[in-house]
């Protein structure tokens, strides 16, 4: 902005003292000159949130386009990111030697229900600018930039391109040196650990969304996409060239080239107190409205028995899925998950046996399939079902007319743009037949369950399946569950398979009240429920009675209070219902404070779930009309309250 009034200064004094020297010709030229260097040199404008708290700065200059984010406190302007560059290329040279041409400025409102997640009725507001250039082939290309009260989106729109591919991103994102940072190193499953630190790992370069930055006066910035469509690749992070700076880098781009207009995936950076980044939806507020008119009638959020983590590979075995299927029936959950390799059940009944033993028992079965794009040598069946359009109908169309609720479908190849085609490609035709889906192996969900509100869940998540592969999780899992409602299960549902009572192969060290308040804390559209139908069942009745009514879908979701890695307090509404959950990420014991004020009245009934001094494995559990001014968490325990 300083050196935008500067260059307008020298401007007026050469039209004062100059002009009456030249001729009127040259005058003309003179002023078109100044006016394009004025432009181009450097040009500034700012947009400020409709609340007022966020501004955005876009300038110009010789060097490139840059954008600059910021808070407005009481205290004053506090700087939260720097975007350095921006800009998007072709292979054909699209987006190259950019000429501003002016800005477009516009509002942006949005109201929409979501079947599943943190919030039933969404709605949003935006002011938002579409700068437009002109680049050096003559296309226009226009950076849309849209900033909500609770974030900034942006994207990137081409227009002209003939049997042109996207080369390379430029969107680079510029963080200071000493904030701290939780992101994660890339992995195609997503499945790592977020570490804080201060500073880049120079051993981590490739790096995943989504990305929580903490700035100061309690300011956070979590850096993550959304609203990928057909054609696209997912994107991640690059930190290499230099410590502060973190570039987007797209996924495999290989498919067919592009003709017509092009226009990106939003960058999102939701931004505000920790408690504005959770409650956020942001990230489903920019995507397509959904294009599953009739979804209402068919999809219903619920809780599952699973298999897996108890016995690896006991969907071979017709008594093991059986007992499962029970277990659903007595606790009355609506669905059983039968895992990998069902295609080779045996020991007294098949794949057909276990979906009649469901149906006749109320409960709905749900059925894995391997995706054959990664994991296929070695790896579990059934394999290559779905990849062809005609298989996948027949066999979607085969799983319906059995009473099939949904499928699982897992081992996917990352960000590339042929997965991202696919799995739209299985949304959709899982659509075509009234199936829910759950991707595991999978990228980090973008928001697509708005888009397709029939995915119900993606993994994308180190979670507590790892008990059963390898001992890391025993030590690092309650400062871990303590991050994740900061991080990843801010941008979607996330299927964690939580609370465990018993040890898979490796043992867990949090508390019984830990892992029930996982199931609050974890947002997941079917929770799936991962330890034995013995431990479950051997729970107290009232444990036993949380797991019936518990609720999958909630109205409002606040954050009363947590840091990552330290401790989190959630409550979540279903109708007239609020669920407290509470969880220390620490290995010593901490006192948590809360305030009750968001319940609006005083007349409700309490069952409190709690541990024991010094016995993790056993239950304090009240029903009483009084909820406690601090809530004292053992070591890596827990804390949950139904309040009706």
């Not at 000429?99 to 079947?115: A, I, N, Q």
Request: hydrophobic residues 40%.
């Amino acid at each position: 902005m300083y050196i935008l009034s500067f260059i307008h200064k020298i401007f007026i004094y050469l039209c004062k003292i100059h002009l009456n020297y030249i001729t009127m010709d040259h005058k003309k030229l003179l002023l078109c000159g100044l006016l394009t260097l004025l432009l181009s040199a450097c040009h500034a404008d700012r947009l400020v949130s409709p609340n007022g708290q966020l501004a955005l700065t876009h300038t110009i200059t010789p060097d490139g386009t840059s954008l600059a984010l910021h808070y407005l406190a009481d205290t004053g302007q506090v700087p939260i990111l720097e975007i350095p560059s921006v800009g998007i290329t072709t292979e054909q040279g699209h987006g190259i030697g950019l000429t501003f041409k002016g800005v477009r400025k516009d509002t942006h409102e949005v109201s929409y229900t979501m079947l599943t997640g943190k919030r039933r009725q969404c709605s949003n507001e935006a002011h938002e600018c579409t700068f437009i250039y002109e680049d050096s082939l003559g296309a226009e290309v226009r950076l849309v930039a849209r900033l909500y009260n609770d974030g900034l989106a942006f994207r990137y729109e081409i227009d002209s391109l003939t049997s042109d591919r996207v080369a390379r991103e430029l969107t680079t994102y510029r963080i200071e040196e000493g904030r701290r940072r939780w992101i994660q190193r890339y992995e195609i499953g997503y499945e790592q650990f977020y570490t804080p630190h201060t500073t880049p790992d120079p051993n981590t370069n490739h790096l995943i969304y989504p990305a929580l930055v903490e700035h100061e006066a309690g300011i956070y910035t979590l850096i993550t996409e959304a609203n990928i469509r057909k054609g696209y690749s997912a994107s991640s992070l690059w930190n290499a060239d230099a410590g502060t700076d973190y570039h987007v880098i797209l996924g495999r781009n290989d498919g067919p080239s592009h003709t017509g207009s092009w226009v990106s995936p939003w960058r999102v950076l939701i931004v505000g107190t920790l408690a504005d980044v959770v409650e956020s939806t942001l990230v489903t507020d920019v995507c397509d409205a959904s294009l599953v008119p009739d979804a209402s009638e068919w999809v219903r959020p619920g809780t599952a028995s699973w298999v897996y983590w108890a016995h690896n590979h006991g969907s071979r075995d017709y008594q093991v899925v059986s007992r499962y299927i029970d277990m659903a029936h007595t606790l009355k959950l609506p669905y059983v998950l039968v895992d990998w390799e069902w295609d080779v059940m045996g020991n007294g009944g098949t794949i057909h046996d276990a979906i009649a033993k469901a149906d006749s028992l109320g409960v709905r079965p749900l059925v894995w399939y391997n995706s054959s794009t990664a994991w296929t040598i070695g790896a579990g069946g059934p394999l290559y079902r779905l990849n062809k359009p005609e298989d996948r109908e027949r066999e979607f169309a085969w799983l319906a007319s059995m009473g099939v609720a949904g499928v699982k479908i897992d081992f996917f190849d990352g960000d590339t743009r042929a997965t991202m085609d696919y799995c739209i490609d299985l949304l959709e035709a899982a659509a075509r037949h009234r199936l829910l889906v759950n991707f595991h192996g999978a990228t980090l969900p973008r928001g697509w369950q708005r888009t397709y509100p029939n995915l119900v869940s993606v993994e994308a998540v180190y979670g507590a399946e790892w008990y059963n592969n390898r001992p890391t999780l025993t030590d690092r899992a309650a400062a871990h569950n303590a991050t994740l409602p900061f991080t990843r299960n801010v941008v979607g549902p996330m299927d964690y398979t939580p609370c465990t009572f018993s040890d898979s192969q490796h043992p867990h060290i949090t508390t019984h009240a830990h892992e029930l308040a996982l199931t609050v804390l974890f947002e997941s559209g079917v929770q799936h429920l991962a330890d034995r139908p013995e431990s479950y069942l051997a729970q107290p009745l009232e444990v036993q009675r949380f797991f019936t009514q518990l609720p999958t879908v909630w109205d409002d979701t606040r954050l009363l209070s947590g840091y990552p890695g330290q401790w989190v307090a959630m409550a979540r509404r279903h109708a007239d219902t609020w669920y407290v959950a509470i969880i220390n990420g620490l290995d010593t014991a901490q006192s948590i404070p809360v305030d009750w004020s968001f319940l609006g009245r005083d007349d409700y009934r309490v069952t409190t779930f709690g541990d024991v001094e010094g016995e993790p494995r056993a239950w304090d559990i009240h029903t009483d009309l009084s909820l406690p001014a601090n809530v004292d968490l053992a070591p890596r325990g827990g804390f949950v309250a139904v309040i009706r």
